[in-house]
């Protein structure tokens, strides 16, 4: 792993009994989900107290359930980031409520230094407010369809109400959905990610809502060739408005946008995947959050690449092409439909063809300093994207993998795939 040189580093003034708190993204909530057939959204750090006779051990874990350790320090007291714009830290308890509350005084680890000096940036952003120990139980407002006839599958677009509560959220993030009833070992089930499809103020503009897209996960049971319904997906998909829905979260810190306005934006998104890239588009361009961020007036670039199997597929279709059409100097849309469209050799047409198509534009815009990359949906579109540039990068000499890794490390290359 990456890791080992910052274990080894930490193990040279550790003895058997120090404590390290790993800081992890991309895990899969436990050992019993990741037995299950069915993706799991990843989004938002864990953190684990390790102690350091398990440092290894913890390790092979962490990359068994699809974790990428990004920070290991030693444990101190665990500080959290809290929404009071400061660089403050707050020791975090758990309230009945499952919310976290903070005795407002900054703590600081053994080697002096502030652990969440380095996330400062990113310290006004909300986490975590419900526990699913003690979860928001939100309403279903409505529930509609958006695969349109004739298309693969069922897609719906949820929105919640959050009135009552304290469910405050940014574009980016995701909430966790608990369903009803116990699991096959008689456990209650445990919570689902799903990427938030609304911008801060919701859908009807009045910060009182939240929205979703959720497919329904469907798939062949491998051993008696049964079909399966995934147990979250289909209970969101079959809300009535009125219904209860247990909320927590919000979590995620991996997908925010850049408070710059003239930044631009690359987004690309299968199915689903689609949900961040909306609210990101929302906050851009619909004219009632215009006109609720009076601070945030989008002035830049964004292109959006949509892959999808059929015309029917394609999610919030009309509204994304009336953005084109109102704003075509600031917004591009192309599309990927898979099972209508060919690739140059034939083949299907996959996002990972349409960003090889257009692979010296996208090289010429990512190499600009103000450009960032978004990438959600299915996992195997990843090495596509990545061969594309590679073949684009080396027409100037460059090793895409090097200039990718100084992409992350500057905060521009936005990942959440499953």
């Given at each position: 792993?990456n890791?080992?040189g910052a274990v080894?580093?930490a193990a040279?003034?550790?003895?058997g009994?120090?404590?390290?708190i ?12 990741d037995q ?7 989004s ?12 290894n ?8 359930l699809?974790g990428?350790?990004v ?8 500080e ?12 975090a308890?758990i309230?009945?409520n499952g919310?976290?509350t903070s005795d ?8 002096g ?5 380095a996330k ?11 526990r699913p ?14 695969v ?24 980016g ?5 608990i369903?009803?009833?116990?699991d096959?070992n008689?456990?209650p089930?445990?919570?689902?990610l ?9 859908d ?6 939240v929205?979703?897209c ?14 399966v319904?995934g ?6 998909c079959?809300?009535?408005p009125g219904d ?8 995620g810190?991996?997908?925010?946008l850049?408070?710059d306005?003239?930044a ?9 995947g689609i949900?961040?890239?909306?609210a990101?588009l929302?906050?851009?361009f619909?004219?009632a ?8 007036q ?7 690449i949509?892959?999808v199997?059929?015309t029917?597929?394609?999610l ?10 109102r ?7 192309t ?6 469209q060919?690739?140059p050799s034939?083949?299907?047409?996959y996002?990972q063809?349409?960003?090889?198509e ?10 600009e300093p ?7 949906g ?5 090495d596509?994207?990545?061969a ?17 890794k100084?992409?992350?490390k500057a905060g ?7």
């Open positions: 792993m890791n080992t080894e580093g040279i003034t550790s003895d009994s120090r404590l390290f790993y800081e992890v993204v991309g895990l899969r909530q436990s050992d019993d989900t299950t057939s069915y993706p799991i959204r990843k938002g750090s864990e953190f684990i107290k390790v102690p350091y006779s398990r440092m051990q913890e390790m092979r874990r962490i990359t068994r699809g990428k350790i920070s290991i320090q030693p444990a101190g007291i665990l959290l980031p809290f929404g009071n714009g400061s660089n403050q830290t707050a020791v308890t309230e009945g919310k976290a407002q005084q900054p703590k600081k680890s053994k080697e230094n502030s652990m969440t000096q400062a940036k990113h310290a006004d952003v909300p986490v975590n407010i419900y120990n003690a979860p928001f139980i939100g309403k279903c407002i409505s529930n509609e369809a958006l349109k006839e004739g298309g693969i599958g069922l897609v719906q677009h949820l929105k919640f109400d959050l009135t009552g509560g304290d469910l405050r959220y940014i574009e993030q995701s909430i966790g959905i369903p009803p009833g116990l096959k008689g456990k089930e445990k919570l689902r799903y990427s938030i499809a609304s911008t801060r103020h919701g009807d503009v009045n910060d009182k809502t929205s979703l959720v497919r329904q996960l469907e798939y062949e049971h491998p051993e008696t060739k049964e079909k319904l147990v979250c997906s289909t209970f969101l079959n809300l009535k209860e829905v247990k909320i927590t979260g919000p979590v810190k991996e997908m925010l850049p408070e306005t003239d631009k934006v690359i987004m690309m998104a299968t199915g689903t949900a961040p890239m909306r990101y929302w906050r851009m619909k004219d959050e215009r006109a609720a961020n009076p601070e945030y989008f002035n830049g670039f964004a292109w959006l949509f892959g199997p059929t029917p597929n394609l919030y279709k009309e509204e994304l092409e009336e953005m084109q059409q704003y075509p100097n600031n917004f591009r849309l599309n990927a439909i898979s099972r209508e060919k690739n034939g083949g299907r047409m996002i063809d349409r960003v090889a257009h692979a010296d534009e996208l090289w010429k815009l990512i190499k103000k450009t960032h990359t978004y990438i959600c299915l996992r195997g579109m990843e596509g994207i990545d594309a540039l590679t073949a684009a990068a080396a027409k100037e000499g460059i090793t895409w993998s090097d200039y990718q100084d992409l992350k521009r290359w936005h990942v959440e795939t499953y």
